[in-house]
């Protein structure tokens, strides 16, 4: 409560306690001293007002900064979130894709390794029957060598007739002439 009495109490003049104060210095300075004491301490919460409200402003701005950091963190998060999910559905896709190739180049490659088998075994078995082939002609050659040298004998012995036949049928010739002469 506010007092209205100079000296702090119930007086009804103000005149008269104005005349009371003054009258007496001692009261009056020690009243003077508190007065200039309660503006001291007045000016010193007026002072403190003024930082105290620019640290409210400061407090509602970095308030509102805080709120709005974390609508962009909130938001970064969904965005990495989403990001990080569409990254996932694309590897997922690269990989679904490598796998199908990679069963696919399987496959294929199974498929040229049996028929390379087939063929290595068409080859060996080309190979054996050429072999054979190969072995028979080699029997037949040295059959038809043999047969060869027993005509070439033979022909040798045909000759060596044909020769003795000639021989001797000129020899026979020789005698029909001779005879025939002596007749």
């Given at each position: 409560m506010i007092s209205t009495d100079i000296t702090g109490g119930s007086g009804t003049s103000q005149l008269l306690d104005l005349l009371t104060l003054v009258s007496n210095p001692a009261v009056y300075e020690a009243k003077v001293k508190a007065l200039q004491a309660s503006i001291a301490e007045n000016k010193a919460y007026v002072e403190a007002?003024?930082?105290?409200?620019?640290?409210?402003?400061?407090?509602?701005?970095?308030?509102?900064?805080?709120?709005?950091?974390?609508?962009?963190?909130?938001?970064?998060?969904?965005?990495?979130?989403?990001?990080?999910?569409?990254?996932?559905?694309?590897?997922?896709?690269?990989?679904?894709?490598?796998?199908?190739?990679?069963?696919?180049?399987?496959?294929?490659?199974?498929?040229?390794?049996?028929?390379?088998q087939k063929e290595l075994a068409d080859a060996k078995s080309a190979t054996a029957a050429l072999k054979a082939q190969t072995a028979a002609a080699s029997a037949a050659e040295k059959a038809a060598q043999a047969r060869a040298n027993e005509l070439a004998k033979m022909q040798s012995e045909a000759k060596a007739e044909f020769d003795a036949a000639q021989a001797e049928r000129a020899a026979l010739t020789a005698k029909i002439e001779a005879f025939a002469k002596g007749l």
């Open positions: 007002v003024a930082p105290v409200s620019e640290i409210v402003a400061i407090r509602k701005q970095v308030g509102e900064e805080r709120e709005q950091s974390r609508q962009e963190i909130a938001e970064a998060r969904a965005e990495a979130t989403k990001i990080k999910a569409d990254a996932k559905a694309a590897a997922k896709v690269t990989m679904d894709k490598a796998d199908k190739a990679l069963a696919d180049a399987q496959e294929q490659a199974a498929k040229l390794m049996a028929e390379a």
